[in-house]
């Protein structure tokens, strides 16, 4: 299976309605999704302090972002687990990955972010064999309709 780099970006409303939410969303990875591999989701919280707009400083974004590339690099190295989905807003981020097991997925988040102060993060785990969150994800994706569209043609 190869795992794609390709992502959709959409915006979304907080579920107050006040604050805008930023969705990257990894596309072309239904080869993961229906292998049965994956069933553990699992979403890493990063809460800071917002500007006006709810979104993080440069600083913090920065750091958020070099944290994010060490954790998808030890992740996806050996497809330990794929990384899914990045929400960004109303003071958090919240970083969706898919892993075959969650207690050496924990293990290498701790030797991958080792080199980082504390961070301000909480993890929640679930078996989401089905990739639920995935899919209510992918229905932002505003390329999906064409790529459907395209099959109903053939």
């Not at 993961?32 to 302090?49: A, D």
């Not at 961070?119 to 785990?125: D, F, G, M, N, R």
């Amino acid at each position: 299976m190869k795992l794609s780099d390709e992502w959709f970006t959409a915006i979304a409303e907080s579920e107050t309605g006040n604050r805008t939410i930023f969705i990257s969303g990894r596309c072309h990875i239904d080869d993961f999704r229906l292998s049965g591999k994956f069933p553990y989701r699992v979403e890493i919280t990063w809460s800071y302090h917002p500007d006006s707009n709810g979104m993080p400083d440069e600083k913090s974004a920065e750091l958020m972002e070099n944290a994010l590339t060490a954790l998808k690099k030890a992740m996806e190295k050996d497809k330990l687990a794929i990384l899914t989905g990045i929400y960004t807003g109303d003071s958090e981020r919240n970083m969706i990955f898919y892993t075959r097991n969650i207690l050496a997925f924990g293990n290498r988040l701790n030797d991958a972010l080792a080199p980082f102060e504390q961070l301000p993060i909480t993890i929640y785990t679930e078996n989401d064999s089905e990739w639920n969150e995935y899919a209510e994800m992918q229905t932002l994706n505003p390329g999906e309709e064409e790529e459907d569209d395209d099959n109903d043609k053939l």
